[in-house]
């Protein structure tokens, strides 16, 4: 039987036909792999940065809490020791180790906060295991400067002027700014990079128990500045409070925004109050974000967190739309008053270390969603059932460097929980507690 004209018509066509994917899924599968490679780079940066900031803390945490050796080569007579030294300190005590006194010696040798004396002769010291020069450190009472005892020496009489190390001149360096005798009040101002997130106990209810939360939401930089005062109410006990401002909150990752090729509106206002018709709602651990930006329509690429309602676009419209943009940082704003404890633990060379803790309660000023990681721009939209009144721990650690005499530099490695959930009751999900760690530096001026 002869083949028909159209049978074989049809079959040319469909042997010679091709599927090709559209362009979207090319342009879907190139942002996946380009953001595969920065999150891998960004991984390993931030590997490098962490593993270097704890060996900066661990290097300055040996500097502080070890004993100081010095070495010096050479001696000073005992005609270089003042005889003036016997009013201002009466009471010396030796406390260098393996150091015998020989019995017939009339004055122990002395030595300033940090600053080592020795002197020649048997009818002084005499060693203990071996004829090396000896070396003795007496402490003397804290209301006596060091400023003022070194101004009483003849010059060379300290071990800080015989060709000591570059990090022992430092040292020296801050010793000379110190004063034994703390300031009673001191007031400061301060800025804080802060690294924010949340610990999130799980989702309530069948609607939220497949929702990935942990994997799909990530830490976020954020800022804090504010200003303190300290009063010194007891020997080695600090109060600190003060008014701060900070930011916390987390990246939510894989939801994607799509525009108007032309930024055209995709949704209209209400004409009495302005607010924007946005039909969609976003599922995150710390909320449901309310959108009222009426130029973007956003999509879940890993899971169902993006909740639309019948009134949204059609599916004819959705396929005109551009993509814009991936990700959004859900950010929270207070003002903070606090109230800390400081208790001074360590001095080494002027440098003073001090542990701290206490609470401090937090008011909401800013609820706000961005788009991207850039919370710098206009929001998109924003939390709702958010405390307003919120109350935090905090903790850390605190070194002081003088730069005078009552100017004093503060680097303090500080961390914050928050007590109570970041929602009211009645708004929960699961119980997201935010909780940040902050690097606190600023300066003091004490009275």
């Known amino acids: 039987m002869e083949e028909h004209y159209i049978d074989r018509r049809v079959r040319e066509e469909l042997e010679g036909l091709e599927a090709n994917p559209p362009v979207e ?14 999150r891998s780079v960004r991984y390993m940066l931030s590997g490098i940065a962490a593993s270097v900031a704890m060996l900066a803390v661990s290097v300055l945490t040996y500097w502080l809490l070890t004993d100081r050796v010095d070495t010096i080569p050479g001696a000073y007579s005992e005609t270089q020791m003042p005889q003036a030294i016997s009013p201002v300190a009466p009471a010396l005590t030796v406390s260098s180790p393996g150091i015998i006194m020989n019995p017939g010696a009339e004055r122990p040798e002395i030595s300033t906060s940090g600053y080592l004396f020795a002197s020649l002769g048997e009818d002084v010291l005499q060693p203990a295991d071996d004829n090396s020069l000896a070396l003795l450190t007496v402490d003397l009472p804290e209301r006596y400067p060091v400023t003022e005892l070194m101004a009483q020496y003849p010059s060379g009489s300290f071990s800080g002027s015989v ?42 209810g069948p609607a939220y128990e497949d929702i990935p939360y942990g994997a799909l939401e990530e830490a976020m930089l954020t800022m804090g500045a504010g200003i303190s005062g300290y009063y010194n109410f007891a020997p080695g006990w600090t109060l600190q409070t003060g008014l701060n401002y900070f930011r916390t909150g987390q990246y939510i990752r894989d939801i994607v925004s799509y525009n108007h090729p032309s930024s055209l509106p995709l949704y209209g206002q209400e004409r009495t109050t302005g607010r924007v018709l946005h039909p969609q709602t976003i599922l995150t651990s710390q909320g449901s974000v309310a959108l009222f930006d009426q130029y973007h329509y956003f999509a879940d690429v890993q899971s169902s967190r993006v909740i639309t309602s019948k009134e949204g676009l059609e599916g004819t419209e959705i396929r005109t739309l551009k993509r814009s943009g991936e990700g959004i940082s859900q950010v929270f704003s207070y003002i903070e008053m606090p109230v800390v404890f400081r208790y001074h633990i360590l001095r080494r060379g002027g440098i003073d270390l001090h542990v701290k803790g206490g609470m401090s309660g937090t008011y909401l000023i800013g609820n706000d969603v961005y788009l991207g990681r850039n919370i710098y721009q206009n929001p998109v939209g924003e939390t709702f059932g958010v405390r307003e009144i919120n109350f935090s721990a905090i903790g850390g650690f605190s ?39 902050s690097l606190v530096t600023g300066i003091s001026y004490g009275f």
């Open 25 to 38: 899924a090319w342009a879907e599968i190139s942002d996946a792999l380009a953001l595969r490679r920065k």
């Open 163 to 204: 060709n000591k190390p570059y990090t022992e001149r430092i040292y020296d360096f801050f010793a000379a700014f110190s004063s034994n005798e703390p300031h009673k009040f001191r007031v400061g101002a301060h800025f804080s990079p802060q690294s924010s997130y949340r610990v999130y106990s799980g989702g309530v």
């Open 399 to 437: 070194v002081e460097l003088p730069l005078t005499n009552r100017l004093y530099l503060h680097i303090e490695p500080t961390a914050q929980l928050f007590l109570n959930p970041v929602l009211r009751e009645g708004f929960m999900m699961g119980h997201a507690y935010p909780f940040g760690y």
